[in-house]
């Protein structure tokens, strides 16, 4: 039986979260003396001069909204890897406790475990990305605390079966994250809609890929009301700034603008899908279900260079496990995804 309290460090489970001086004072005042601000202005714009919202209370309504959760379920970060790095600090004991991550994945849940000193623990996705069950739970050791499962998976693109996910979510009793940053690209259900029934589930979403925001940071955790709350007890108190606040609830008004956007990169990626496959110097295209595209070609690292030499960055994953030879490139724009062709059809 999962249960969190047996999960969460115990300096978590004991510490109490900073009051800020706007946790302190709840009413309605006009002189505001009590969080050491400027308050002759700012120079970067009006109403900057004040802390932030710390618990993001306007937008955690909108997006429980929108995604049909209760914004008791909803964590902010500065960027989903903001949440990535809380979630390893709430359950893991620097030097003691695992996290199990399926590569080829998504870098940072590495880069954060090393970060926190989280014994890592890897199981290679199968041939075509997929995740090998028994595997996985044949790994899992009493210290592992936490599995990632990222579908769409960077940087392979494909959807990962639902049924893995619920088989791993039944079996294991710690926490499973489901990084859904492309999930807006595929043609699936988030696993949002499966956190009543399951507790240890935490699903990871960010504004930086179909809502366009890379630059403002902008992630978010949906989860049980209660890890949700020892993440919020946990979080930097001012993580999400006003201007990011402020931007967002905007954006979020703009749902069908968001639905243009996302069908145009989703044209523009089955164009790619098909036009790649007849050049000569492409061996396999892959399936994909975000906005980018695994490529294998007959010499990655030339065709990087070369690329590069048209002013054409892409990434170079060949030496990545699991993706000899491939590149990966992000759906562009019309113009810059024929560039991309005509480059790598006079190769
Ligand atoms: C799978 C996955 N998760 C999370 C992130 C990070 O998102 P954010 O910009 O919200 O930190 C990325 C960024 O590339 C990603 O590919």
Redesign the pocket.
């Given at each position: 039986m999962f249960n969190l309290q047996d999960i969460i460090r115990p300096n978590v489970l004991k510490m109490k979260a900073y009051s800020s001086a706007r946790d302190e004072f709840k009413g309605s005042a006009s002189v505001f003396l009590d969080a050491n601000e400027n308050n002759l202005g700012s120079l970067a714009g009006e109403k900057y001069n004040r802390y932030p919202d710390p618990h993001q209370k306007k937008l955690k309504e909108r997006i429980a909204e929108i995604k049909g959760v209760q914004p008791e379920q909803i964590f902010l970060?500065?960027?989903?890897?903001?949440a990535?790095d809380l979630l390893f600090r709430m359950v893991c004991r620097p030097g003691q406790d695992s996290m199990l991550h399926l590569p080829p994945?998504?870098g940072?849940y590495e880069v954060s475990a090393n970060l926190n000193e989280v014994v890592m623990d890897a199981v290679q996705l199968t041939k075509d990305f997929q995740i090998p069950v028994e595997e996985v739970l044949l790994h899992v050791k009493p210290t592992t605390r936490i599995i990632f499962i990222?579908s769409p998976?960077?940087p392979t693109g494909n959807l990962i079966e639902q049924e893995s996910i619920e088989d791993i979510l039944r079996a294991f009793n710690g926490l499973v994250v489901v990084?859904e940053?492309?999930i807006d690209f595929a043609d699936a259900l988030s696993c949002t809609t499966r956190l009543k029934e399951f507790p240890n589930l935490v699903v990871?979403q960010?504004?930086?890929?179909a809502w366009g925001m890379?630059g403002l940071?902008?992630?978010l955790a949906f989860a049980s009301e209660e890890v949700i709350s020892v993440l919020d007890k946990i979080k930097p108190p001012y993580n999400i700034n006003e201007a990011t606040q402020e931007l967002a609830l905007q954006a979020l008004e703009r749902q069908e603008a968001l639905q243009d956007m996302i069908e145009e990169i989703v044209q523009e990626r089955e164009l790619l899908m098909h036009a790649l496959p007849t050049m000569a110097s492409v061996e396999h295209v892959y399936p994909s279900d975000a906005n980018f595209i695994l490529v294998k070609v007959k010499d990655a690292n030339r065709m990087y260079n070369y690329l590069l030499d048209k002013g054409i960055v892409v990434r170079n994953r060949s030496s990545l496990p699991g993706c000899e030879g491939c590149l990966r490139i992000s759906v562009g724009t019309l113009e810059e995804n024929q560039k991309l062709l005509q480059a790598i059809s006079e190769f």
């Open positions: 970060g500065n960027g989903s890897d903001e990535i994945t998504y940072m990222c998976n960077n990084d940053a492309y990871l960010t504004f930086s890929k890379a940071r902008l992630g």
